[in-house]
């Protein structure tokens, strides 16, 4: 048994990233800090922002901004060991996927080439890091609890199955198709299912190669709204200017669980990660909330899944809202296992409400 808190969308490396306001971080430090013991600290993507960003920049902090960094905030929370973890599971996102490809592409082909071995040709979908180079930025007394896992993280909770994964995989805007994952699944046909699967991969893996170049710099990302605005309810046939233009498409940014959005939960765990949950929860929309899928009779899972979306600590021009995050703890009844918490921009900590 034990408690876990599952954080989302930090983006250190940006501004927008509320943690950089000390009340904000003070808030949550002390927060945690009634929990002696913390089974895990699950980090659902986004952490760092990597795309708008750069990994020294997110990591390290900028003096001269004020921006806090990662390292600096995680030896803020667990440098001094008055909150006990005992292990960091990092789930990349799309902000982060970097993340995700360079432990991939080690693992899948620099370490079979260094040890002389031809690698298989196969893109790595799903993996667990247990020595990834990220933990090297937190404290010492919680670095060997430091572990990666793609694209999501499945725990027991009092008997019920938890799926958490960041999310993007539900969004149409992240692939390079700009179709979601229902749409490769009725494109090949259901007999082609791994086909689909597998194209879904690629495509959404060179997006993010793409979204990675052209948010770089901001002559860049100048270039792509411009781009995108132009061609915005322009019919063109599918090409690199309409794909370039959609790395800033709205998405599911700012949206609140919708059916939409629950018919492709159900399709992201039916055919891609091949699980069948209790219990749901992503981030990536920066919109805490919580709902339910499809009865049983209705969906392809075959039950009703309880759906949480964890939010984030971006800050939000339209409210004080300054983060949110959610905490499960299996020793209580059923309907207080999972509880989400929001954070004002004063330091301010209440469970959420709709």
Known sequence: MGIRVILSDLHFGVPECSLNLEPVSAA?????????????????????????????????GNTDSVQCGFREWLAYLFEDVRIKIGRIVYIPGNHDYKVWDILSTDKAFVQPYSNGEVPKNLPLMKATFENPFIKGVAPLVIRDRFIVIYPDYEFDLAGRKVVVTHGHYLDATQNLSTMDLQGYIDSEGEGKRSDAI?????????????????????WSRKIATIISKAFSGVSLPKNFIRDFGNIF????????????MLNLIETYLYYFSEKSPDVFIFGHTHEAGRSYTNPASEGPIGKAIEVWNDGGFVINKRADRAGSFIITDDSQQIEDQIKLYEIDLSGNIGEYST
């Not at 895990?40 to 020294?56: K, M, P, Q, R």
């Not at 498409?249 to 939409?260: E, Q, Y």
């Open 198 to 218: 597998r194209k879904f991969f690629i495509s959404t893996a060179q997006y993010q190669a793409l979204a990675n170049l052209a948010s770089y710099k901001p």
């Open 249 to 260: 498409a709205p998405g599911l940014r700012n949206k609140v669980i919708d059916s939409r």
């Open 28 to 60: 949550l430090r002390d927060f945690l800090r009634r929990h002696t013991n913390i089974e895990e600290v699950i980090f659902a993507g986004d952490i760092l922002d990597v795309n708008i960003s750069s990994f020294t920049r997110a990591i390290e």
